[in-house]
Nanobody, 125 residues
Framework: QVQLVESGGGLVQAGGSLRLSCVAS????????MGWYRQGPGKQRELVAA???????YYADSVKGRFTISRDNAKNTLFLQMSNLKPEDTAAYYC???????????????????WGQGTHVTVSS
């Protein structure tokens, strides 16, 4: 099993920044691709950003240029730097991990086997 614990959420004004972290523990060898999902009020869960073991990335159009995903493999930690936040970014943010056969970005929800409990981000206008 792999355990994922997110932190860094909170309340921020529009235009502000937050940095989310996700620490992975347990059977880390089972996973390599990582991603951040979010689910806003009344919305479906959506992929925000994803990263491969080697550092290749994917971003949803809605966050391109504002969010940056990164990882520290030595510390088993995933990050999401969020800048120029907007009220529509308000959501619960989830860290997820996927076992990929090679160095690929996982962009499909069904690829992710492990999920964190989420951390809440609220952006006020």
């Amino acid at each position: 099993q792999v355990q994922l614990v997110e932190s860094g959420g909170g309340l921020v004004q529009a235009g502000g920044s937050l940095r989310l972290s996700c620490v992975a523990s347990g059977d880390i060898f089972r996973v390599n691709a990582m991603g951040w999902y979010r689910q806003g009020p009344g919305k479906q869960r959506e992929l925000v950003a994803a990263i491969s073991t080697g550092g290749s990335t994917y971003y949803a159009d809605s966050v391109k240029g504002r969010f940056t995903i990164s990882r520290d493999n030595a510390k088993n930690t995933l990050f999401l730097q969020m800048s120029n936040l907007k009220p529509e970014d308000t959501a619960a943010y989830y860290c997820a991990a996927a076992p990929m056969a090679d160095d690929q970005v996982a962009v499909h929800t069904w690829l992710y086997d492990y999920w964190g409990q989420g951390t809440h981000v609220t952006v006020s206008s």
